[in-house]
């Protein structure tokens, strides 16, 4: 398996290198599946332009654009953060150690994405950095099939839901939602705020060809 990523050296690493190497990574996996880039968007529901941005590392996706991308390529979305990776099967107890987890930066959030090695969960678990809300810039909702659930760890952190009011939680509160309806995270406070957050997927998308 991949060496972890260890918060220590985090600061060492700049947000560039991750996305070059992410666009690498799904280049990789284009190539792999013999897919061109048009066909991988039409396949993700993404623009050609946005997947050619992310793969030349200009850009990168909030966790529902990229649940998108893996399922245009028929992997699952914890290939895109690690190329080698175990099934989770039947019975299997997994551990994850403090500093395991690959880091994935976007304008406005940072995940660090746990068990990145354990492909075909039926959960995506990940930790989030987040911002206050007037600091943050967004066009849209985030939306993707499948169920998931909030808990805040340090801070508070409202969530802004299209067609609701917002739920502010303060540390040690939690929500479970539907992740179809367009939600955002932002901290409440001037601080920001750490969550932990875990989205279902809703099906299994095909093992990757090994031709």
């Given at each position: 398996?991949?060496?972890?990523?260890?918060?220590?050296?985090?600061?060492?690493?700049?947000?560039?290198?991750?996305?070059?190497?992410?666009?690498?990574?799904?280049?990789?996996?284009?190539?792999?599946?013999?897919?061109?880039?048009a066909e991988?968007?039409?396949?993700?529901?993404?623009?050609?332009?946005?997947?050619?941005?992310?793969?030349?590392g200009l850009?990168?996706?909030?966790?529902?654009?990229?649940?998108?991308?893996?399922?245009?390529?028929?992997?699952?979305?914890?290939?895109?953060?690690?190329?080698?990776?175990?099934?989770?099967?039947?019975?299997?107890?997994?551990?994850?150690?403090?500093?395991?987890?690959?880091?994935?930066?976007?304008?406005?959030?940072?995940?660090?994405?746990?068990?990145?090695?354990?492909?075909?969960?039926?959960?995506?678990?990940?930790?989030?950095?987040?911002?206050?809300?007037?600091?943050?810039?967004?066009?849209?909702?985030?939306?993707?099939?499948?169920?998931?659930?909030?808990?805040?760890?340090?801070?508070?952190?409202?969530?802004?839901?299209?067609?609701?009011?917002?739920?502010?939680?303060?540390?040690?509160?939690?929500?479970?939602?539907?992740?179809?309806?367009?939600?955002?995270?932002?901290?409440?406070?001037?601080?920001?705020?750490?969550?932990?957050?875990?989205?279902?997927?809703?099906?299994?998308?095909?093992?990757?060809?090994?031709?």
């Amino acid at each position: 398996m991949d060496k972890p990523t260890d918060r220590r050296a985090l600061k060492l690493t700049e947000p560039a290198d991750r996305r070059v190497r992410m666009g690498e990574r799904l280049r990789e996996i284009r190539h792999e599946r013999g897919l061109t880039l048009a066909e991988v968007a039409k396949r993700s529901r993404l623009a050609v332009s946005t997947v050619s941005k992310v793969e030349r590392g200009l850009m990168a996706l909030t966790y529902d654009r990229f649940s998108q991308l893996a399922d245009g390529l028929g992997v699952d979305v914890s290939a895109l953060f690690s190329e080698h990776g175990e099934r989770f099967r039947p019975g299997e107890v997994a551990v994850s150690r403090v500093g395991e987890f690959r880091l994935h930066e976007t304008e406005n959030y940072s995940y660090e994405m746990l068990f990145p090695d354990l492909w075909h969960k039926g959960m995506t678990p990940m930790l989030g950095t987040l911002r206050p809300l007037e600091t943050m810039r967004f066009d849209r909702f985030i939306s993707h099939d499948g169920e998931e659930f909030a808990f805040v760890i340090e801070g508070s952190v409202t969530i802004h839901f299209q067609d609701l009011e917002p739920v502010t939680l303060a540390t040690g509160e939690s929500a479970y939602f539907d992740s179809g309806r367009g939600h955002l995270y932002a901290a409440a406070g001037p601080d920001g705020a750490r969550m932990l957050v875990v989205c279902t997927r809703p099906f299994e998308p095909p093992e990757p060809s090994s031709t």
